[in-house]
């Protein structure tokens, strides 16, 4: 699956199509001094917006798995003169960032190529500061999608055969720990295979954890130390 989909979006790295499936950048609201996480940053456009909206004193970190679009992305960043962010090359259930390090995490699309979802809420649970929020906009399937699209890589990687239910989408989130989403937008379902898709971006804000002996947000890496001093 990830060779595939580093096929399919390197090879869209210089194309002007839009890969979004909602608006999550046009409700993030971000603020100057804070930090922001892009996951599934993609060309870089809507990290470098942010980076700019943020400022000197804050700073964006893009994440992406396809070499090219990072490549393209730092290409950007450096044309444009931006240097408040960093654009890395890594899963998305495996972040190089510092817990309770952000202000902000948005993602366009892209959880639903993700194998395990869950693995990935968690670790956007865990570098968002107690406050933090996220504006997620995602694809969501009407049913259970068949195992020879579920199974397909490049179907995954066309952003549809990957996603989960909006229920299961849903139980994700309370059982990672945000609670009281909000949907801001949401799509007609549409079809795709043998089954109907939507997207939606939703909205939600971490809470500070109260359980005892909590280990929900205990992970350094050196990575974004070395990233930080850079």
Not at 70 to 82: C, L, S
């Amino acid at each position: 699956l990830d060779k595939q989909l580093d096929k399919r979006y390197t090879k869209l790295a210089e194309d002007t199509c839009c890969l979004s499936c909602g608006g999550a950048i046009v409700y993030s609201e971000p603020k100057e001094g804070e930090t922001c996480v892009d996951l599934g940053s993609g060309r870089g456009n809507d990290s470098l917006k942010l980076a700019i909206e943020v400022g000197e004193d804050g700073y964006v970190y893009g994440i992406d798995i396809s070499e090219g679009m990072i490549e393209k992305a730092r290409k950007n960043a450096k044309k444009m003169g931006i240097d408040n962010v960093n654009f890395i090359k890594t899963e998305l259930s495996n972040l190089p960032i510092d817990s309770e390090r952000a202000d902000l995490v948005i993602s366009n699309c892209t959880i639903n190529h993700a194998p395990d979802k869950k693995a990935v809420w968690k670790e956007i649970y865990r570098v968002l500061k107690d406050g933090g929020r996220f504006i997620v906009s995602d694809i969501y399937a009407s049913e259970k999608v068949p195992e020879e699209y579920a199974n397909n890589p490049e179907n995954i990687a066309e952003c549809w055969a990957g996603a989960i239910t909006r229920d299961e989408y849903m139980e994700i989130l309370d059982e990672t720990g945000f609670k009281n989403i909000t949907t801001l937008e949401e799509s007609s379902p549409y079809p795709k295979g043998k089954i109907e898709v939507a997207s939606f971006t939703l909205r939600g804000v971490k809470k500070k954890c109260v359980c005892s002996n909590c280990n929900c947000n205990k992970k350094e890496t050196k990575e974004t130390k070395e990233t930080k001093k850079s």
